[in-house]
């Protein structure tokens, strides 16, 4: 056997073979080859797009896990969900053909696997499927010639079997090494794809195989789950809302300041669209536009079913009740006793908005309002107490938005070193307050056209807090900037000090 250069570039493996070899082998080196280019700009790509986001943490990746996990995909694919698909992964269907891909991929993946030399590698794919659903003859046979990829039904709606299920196939793939990567999965969820590298080596035997390893790169295995392109392009008006919501969350916290000024503005924009846009279910005519319309929405570009269902992913996407942040967002509305709501308005408000109607006695104002704060209290975990006074007996229905959110400081702040500090309300008033002091590296920013500084802390998980402190005096020029670009500039700007 020829000697086998194996290079793993940012844990990914890119190129192998050298040497003599035979003829055929020659050409199937040929493809092999003809797919390497498209990987390494691939891995390259989405190493910057990581390292950008993910500023001062440490990256630990396989670009070949994904890149071959999507080609997998595309086996599936038909079209311009196919072609963006390739794109994707840096393959131009001008210059090398979809056949030319997954033959490439098909002998990168012989070559590499090895499972039982002296230098172990083994790798390879599981399509885990809901089984209620039946795959192509051809894709299974394809799955399986081309990508190494077993196809195991799968009951997601049982998710605890299903995670159990997933967690012993990669830990007897990865021998023993990789345990309980899934942690929860969610009903909804048809099908996981999971991508298994494991890699064992003596290098003081092994002198046939030489190991390149780039910016901290072993790694034993990567999976993903893998997104349909139905489920792909429901995403879409998802973008939209989220566009959209920015828009209002900046609109009206600058009509707030502007009305209320000089005073403390804790609000909720997300709380707010997502109340109003639930209302709009029972609304009609000239009611249903301008409620949509105050919101952002204008129903020419997206539709009303658009709009309910981006607001369904919306806060599907958001809820962690159990997670290492948990997040727990939805809505109430209490409706006088004597009225009827339409089964239709029910079922839409439980489905899309995670919204209960709750029958009440509003002509009892102490009794509505303990029903009303009893229920906020339990959704918040008891931290919101008594958050209704009073109610008018006249009243016909009250709309609750409730949002729960706890996580952990990335870098905690401990309570002996919180001391007392002045913190200045305006030019003149101080006040005495608690203040939480940390000595660490954070994500900073400072703004020498508009004068404040920004720092992001980190939760521990994928969430972060921003601080905005204007310059003496400089509150309202800040406050007037506030708005979408100025996010998107702090993602840029932001650098660890």
Known sequence: ????????????????????????????????????????????????????????????????????????????????????????????????????????????????????????????????????????????????????????????????????????????????????????????????????????????????????????????????????????????????????????AFKLYHWIASEETGKNIFLSPFSISTAFAFLSLGAKSSTLSQLLSGLGFNLKETSEEEIHKAFQHLIQALNHPKGEIEVSLGNALFVQDQFKILQKFLTDAKNIYHANVVSTNFKKPQEATKQINSYIEKQTHGKLVDAIKDLDSSVLAVLVNYMFFRARWERPFYSNVTKKMDLFLDGKTKVQVPTMINDNYYQYYYDKKLFYQVVCLPYKGKVSAYFVLPDPGKLKQVEAALGKDTLSNWGKSLSEK
């Not at 055929?24 to 390292?51: C, E, M, T, V, W």
């Not at 599936?76 to 490439?104: C, M, V, Y």
């Open 1 to 248: 056997m020829s000697p086998v250069n194996l290079c793993l570039f940012f844990a990914g493996l890119f190129s192998v073979a050298n040497g003599k070899s035979h003829p055929a082998k020659q050409q199937s080196s040929a493809l092999f080859l003809k797919i390497a280019p498209g990987n390494a700009d691939f891995a390259f790509r989405f190493y910057h797009q990581i390292a950008l986001e993910e500023i001062g943490k440490n990256i630990f990746f396989s670009p070949l896990s994904i890149s071959t996990a999507f080609a997998l995909v595309s086996l599936g694919a038909k079209s311009t969900t196919l072609s963006q698909l390739l794109l994707g992964l840096g393959f131009r269907q001008a210059e090398i053909n979809d056949h030319e891909i997954h033959e490439g991929f098909r002998h990168l993946l012989q070559e590499l696997n090895r499972p039982q030399a002296e230098a172990e590698v083994s790798l390879g794919n599981a399509l885990f499927m809901h089984d209620q659903y039946k795959l192509l003859k051809k894709f299974l046979n394809d799955a399986k010639r081309l990508y190494h990829t077993g196809v195991l039904p799968t009951n997601f709606k049982n998710t605890q079997e299903a995670v159990k299920k997933i967690n012993d196939y990669i830990e007897k793939k990865t021998h023993g090494k990789l345990v309980d990567v899934v942690k929860e999965l969610d009903p909804q969820v048809v099908v996981v794809l999971v991508n298994y590298i494991f890699f064992k080596d003596f290098f003081h035997r092994n002198k046939m195989f030489n190991l390149w390893v780039l910016f901290a790169g072993l790694f034993t295995v990567a999976s993903c789950a893998i997104v349909r392109s139905a489920q792909q392009q429901s995403n879409l008006p998802f973008l939209k809302v989220a566009s959209v919501n920015s828009v209002f």
